[in-house]
C-alpha cells in the first residue's frame, strides 16, 4: 500500500503534510529536531550526529532516504531499524487519516512517511530526532518541523527540474529550512551560495555559522572530515540543551556506521 503511493509521484508542498500531521495529532511537537537539508553529505552528517548524541546517551530518532535494503532503514530509534509489527501499525494509522483527504490529491509516499516517523518518534520518546530533508526544503515535507538547529550541507545542482535551474536557486530552496532566531550551519560555499544562506538567516534573526574546518572520522574521504566539522559544529553549538563532551564527540565521530559510502571490503582467499 505505502508503495503504491510513490505512483502519484513527487509533489513539493507542506499543505497535505501539514494536514496529515494535524490529523496525527502534531506528533512533531514533542520532539527536538535537527533539521537537515543540502545536496551532498546530508545522510552521513545525520548519520553522524546520530552516533555523536546517542554515544553521550540520549535516545535518538533518525529518518533519511532512500533505503538501501529494507524500507526499515528509513525509521531508526538508537540505530535500530523500526520493527515490522510498528511499521504495519504505522501504516494502518496513516490509510485510516488518508479518509479526510480528496481520493484525487492525497498525500505522497514521501509526504505519509516523514508523518509515519515523526508518529513513531513521539511514541518512543525520543530526545533528539535527526530530520533528512527527502527533496530541497522549502517546500519538502521535512519542513513542517521547528527544529533545534537547521544544517545546510554541501550544495550543487541537483533535482533541477523542481529546485531551479541555477546553484543559487537551488541554494535558496534549501535554505528554506531556515526558521525565525534557529541558528543555522553550514560549510562554506562559494560566495553566490554563502550570501544566499545569510540573506535568508538575516531575514529570520538566525544565527548563522559557516564551518571551514576538517576533522576526522571513520568515513573515508576529505569530504567526509568537512562533514564531520559540521556536525561537531551543530553539536557544541546545542550544549545549552542536549549537553556533550569532546570525548562522546570524538567517540561518535570514530563509530558512525553509514552505509555504501566508500566501504572498503577485504576480500580474502577462499
Given at each position: 500500500w505505502l508503495y503504491e503511493l510513490r505512483l502519484f509521484g513527487s509533489k513539493l508542498g507542506l499543505k497535505n503534510p501539514r494536514q496529515l500531521a494535524a490529523h496525527a495529532g502534531n506528533p512533531h511537537g514533542q520532539l527536538n529536531v535537527i533539521h537537515v537539508a543540502g545536496t551532498n553529505g546530508k545522510g552521513s552528517v545525520c548519520a553522524m550526529l546520530e552516533s555523536i548524541y546517542r554515544r553521550a546517551g540520549y535516545k535518538t530518532g533518525l529518518f533519511t532516504s532512500p533505503h538501501l535494503v529494507s524500507f526499515r532503514e528509513r525509521i531508526q530509534v538508537n540505530r535500530?531499524?523500526?520493527v515490522e509489527e510498528n511499521v504495519v501499525r504505522l501504516t494502518e494509522c496513516m490509510?485510516?487519516?488518508l479518509r479526510h483527504f480528496p481520493v484525487n490529491?492525497?498525500?505522497?509516499?514521501?509526504?505519509?512517511?516523514?508523518?509515519?516517523?515523526?508518529?513513531?518518534?513521539?511514541?518512543e520518546k525520543c530526545d533528539v530526532v535527526i530530520l533528512e530533508t527527502g527533496l530541497g526544503g522549502r517546500l519538502d515535507a521535512t519542513n513542517?518541523?521547528?527544529?533545534?538547529?537547521?544544517?545546510?550541507?554541501?550544495?550543487?545542482?541537483?533535482?533541477?527540474?523542481?529546485?531551479?535551474?541555477?546553484v543559487a536557486e537551488i541554494a535558496a530552496e534549501k535554505?528554506?529550512?531556515?526558521?525565525?532566531?534557529v541558528p543555522v550551519f553550514s560549510p562554506a560555499h562559494q560566495p553566490e551560495i554563502n550570501e544566499i544562506i545569510r540573506k535568508v538567516a538575516a531575514q529570520h534573526k538566525s544565527q548563522l555559522e559557516f564551518v571551514e574546518t576538517e576533522i576526522a572520522t571513520?568515513?573515508?574521504?576529505?569530504?567526509?572530515?568537512?562533514?564531520?566539522?559540521?556536525a561537531q559544529a551543530t553539536v557544541r553549538a546545542l550544549q545549552d540543551?542536549?549537553?556533550?563532551?569532546?570525548?562522546?564527540?570524538?567517540?561518535?565521530l570514530a563509530n558512525v556506521h553509514w552505509a555504501g559510502r566508500a566501504q572498503c571490503y577485504e576480500k580474502k582467499n577462499q
Open positions: 535500530k531499524l523500526v490509510q485510516a487519516l490529491q492525497p498525500p505522497t509516499f514521501f509526504e505519509v512517511i516523514t508523518v509515519m516517523a515523526l508518529e513513531e518518534f513521539a511514541r513542517i518541523v521547528t527544529p533545534i538547529a537547521s544544517v545546510i550541507t554541501s550544495i550543487a545542482l541537483d533535482h533541477q527540474q523542481h529546485l531551479g535551474e541555477t535554505a528554506g529550512i531556515i526558521k525565525p532566531r571513520c568515513l573515508l574521504g576529505k569530504h567526509q572530515r568537512q562533514n564531520a566539522a559540521l540543551i542536549f549537553p556533550v563532551d569532546d570525548q562522546c564527540i570524538n567517540d561518535g
